[in-house]
């Protein structure tokens, strides 16, 4: 994997990553994917992807309003906060 | 060493010295509290403790007994400890991360509202791999535990903290999480008792996700029977979990007791005669010759293929995957610390890169390459394929076997530093823990004796979907004949 795609990756998953520091993953992760290529060499033609170990459907809960009594707890978490409010770097230019 | 007045105190026991009147919650509360201060400076368990709170618990606890109102609560005055990744309403959930230093859970964990309803006192959260990524506890950005049967030497992980706390008698019960083995190798690797529910069996609201399809909470204890009552207390359907599944009510102690001739146990080569280490094969083929002495009919299925090698690829691309999803949440807008930055984008990306630790980076990255354009169906569709074929492999064991034993780690307690560098070698440890996660299967490990080394051994006990109970009493046969309940590290009796 190289330095490129780490690049690429990394703006995907939104992490700032050094260059020496993405170098050392892009090697640990090629090494990783290499072994794991092993996947390959099993025929898995028709067989059915499993995303979840029980085939049951999620349950929808009714579509009715809630109330929350944490929202104070909650804000006291956030790291800037003002009047009841979540403060965060400008989203709009 | 066995233990019978000395360090262990059985939850059973606690709870009939209770409500007898031959003990007070307060007095147990204060015996896990000196423990913990003496031995926790050298094991590491703790992150955080709340004795203040607990001592308040503890004595409405006793009030309420001395007044004859208090129903026959299953954990009357048991002292619990909690991994660092289920919320406690006011407690610190940092999940061994930086990203969470400072937040305090809003709102209690569904498990936590079971054992507060059940009579537990909790006394703390235990320490963590990051995010529950890793197998020694040693990716946490706090500190390190270290195994009470050897300082020098890991716990397992991720929950090592947890199994810690217990090994070193600090606490009779602690929960944990298990998501590719993170409950039965650390047990394993300290000699006590640990078990993951079927999944879907214990709600996972207030558990911080990791791989959701995976993920599932479960208890570490000294006995099985603990371990048993425990359970009985946190399985359960919650609507709040869209997974959970209704088993209706549970009393895994009663059903302890049948009789093992009646039970088919299957061994496989890749989990007993396949193990390198020659301490624990040696341990788990005894332990199997034990079985088949009791009575129990050993029914080899070598040649079922259980795909043991692809274990680790399959899991390893199903968890980061999901991994770099779930974790997309914490971005440093509404809670920890926050890099500065004029931009969103920045701000994420500083904050992220910054408090994430090493093994978390290293994971979200994999995750995301393998469900990115291009990618997904080699990597991401194929390892649910194979996921599928994993389960198809256990429908087939059991249509022959009613469980099935083996190792649960490859290796004993390894020294501190040895894989941690070399994250393809640390996965491997969790080669054997990894196919009943991946097929949601109840599976537990149980001690079954030492390396001569001296080091603990577990024996892996995994059953069909909702085996929980069958599960448990194999494991519990197994404990009566080993004599190995209440199996604590030295430090514990030294403490006592």
Redesign the interface.
């Known amino acids: ?1 190289d330095d490129r ?2 690049d690429a ?9 050094d260059p020496k520091t993405g170098h050392q ?1 892009g090697e ?2 090629t ?3 290499n ?6 060499e ?1 025929n ?1 033609e028709d ?8 085939d ?1 459907e ?2 929808r ?1 009714e579509d009715k309003p809630l109330s929350s009594d ?1 929202i104070d ?2 804000r ?5 906060d003002d009047e009841g409010h ?1 403060e ?4 709009i230019e | 060493m066995k233990h019978g007045e000395g360090a262990f105190r059985s939850a059973s026991g606690i709870h009939d010295d209770i409500l007898q009147g031959r003990s007070t919650a307060t007095s147990v509360l204060e015996d896990s509290i000196r423990r913990i201060e003496r031995l926790d400076p050298s094991v590491g368990a703790f992150l955080h403790c709340d004795f203040e709170g607990a001592r308040t618990r503890a004595s409405d606890l006793d009030r309420l007994v001395k007044k004859g109102s208090v129903e026959d609560l299953p954990l009357l005055g048991v002292p619990i400890a909690i991994k660092d990744n289920i919320c406690v309403k006011g407690m610190p959930n940092t999940c061994g991360s930086r990203m969470l230093e ?3 859970a ?2 209690q964990a569904h498990v936590i509202e079971r054992l507060l309803e059940a009579g537990a006192v909790l006394v703390g959260k235990t320490n963590l791999d990051e995010f529950a990524m890793g197998s020694s506890t040693e990716n946490s950005a706090f500190q390190v535990t270290h195994n009470p049967h050897d300082l020098e030497r890991v716990p397992g992980g991720s929950s090592g903290g947890s199994a810690a706390a217990v090994a070193a008698g600090m606490v009779p019960l602690a929960l944990g999480s298990d998501t590719g083995g993170s409950i039965r190798q650390p047990a394993a690797l300290c000699g006590v008792v640990g078990f993951k529910p079927t ?2 069996t214990v709600s996972r609201y207030g558990l911080v996700a990791f791989a959701s ?2 993920d599932q909470i479960g208890p570490f204890g000294a006995s099985v029977l603990d371990v048993a009552r425990i359970s009985s207390v946190i399985v359960g359907k919650d ?1 709040r979990d ?2 959970s ?1 209704d088993t209706g009510p549970r009393d895994f102690p009663a059903a302890l007791s049948r009789d093992i001739s009646e039970m088919r146990i299957g061994v496989h080569r890749d989990h007993v005669d396949g193990i390198q280490d020659p301490g624990v094969r040696n341990c788990v083929e005894t332990s199997i010759q034990s079985l088949r002495d009791a009575g129990a009919r050993i029914v080899r299925l070598d040649d079922i293929d259980l ?1 043991s ?2 274990a ?3 899991y ?2 199903v968890a980061t995957s999901e991994a ?1 999803s779930n974790l ?1 949440r914490f ?8 890099e500065t ?10 904050t ?3 408090l ?1 630790g090493e093994e978390v ?2 994971r ?3 995750g ?2 393998a469900l ?1 354009s291009g990618y997904h169906d ?2 991401y ?9 994993f ?1 198809n492999a256990y429908t087939e064991a059991f249509s022959r076997a009613d469980l099935i034993v083996g190792a649960t780690s490859p290796v004993p307690a390894f020294p501190l530093g040895q894989k941690v560098k070399d ?2 070698t640390m996965y491997q440890c969790d080669v054997l823990t990894i196919p009943p996660s ?4 109840p599976s537990a490990s149980v001690p079954c004796g030492n390396t001569p080394d001296g080091l603990p051994v577990g024996l892996q006990v995994t059953g069909p ?1 909702l085996g929980d109970s069958s599960v448990l009493s194999l494991a519990f046969a197994f404990e009566q004949q080993s004599g190995l309940q209440g199996y604590l590290a030295p430090m514990a009796e030294n403490a006592s």
């Open positions: 994997m795609t780490i990756l990394a703006r995907l998953a939104r992490l700032e990553i993953l640990q992760l090494s990783i994917l072994h794991f290529d092993i996947l390959q099993l898995t067989v059915a992807p499993a995303p979840r170990p029980l049951h999620a349950p809960r944490c707890a909650l006291n978490n956030a790291p800037l979540i965060v770097p400008r989203v | 400072g937040f305090r809003p709102y999944y879907g399809s995976l609507h869209s997974t599944v795909l090698k692809y680790v690829p399959s390893y691309i770099s997309s971005d440093g807008m509404r809670f920890g610390p926050r930055a004029s931009a969103l984008r920045d701000a994420y990306s500083g992220r890169g910054k994430f980076r290293r979200i990255l994999l995301t390459f990115s080699a990597y569709r194929k390892a649910l394929q194979v996921r599928r074929l389960m994250p393809l991946l097929a949601g299967l979907p």
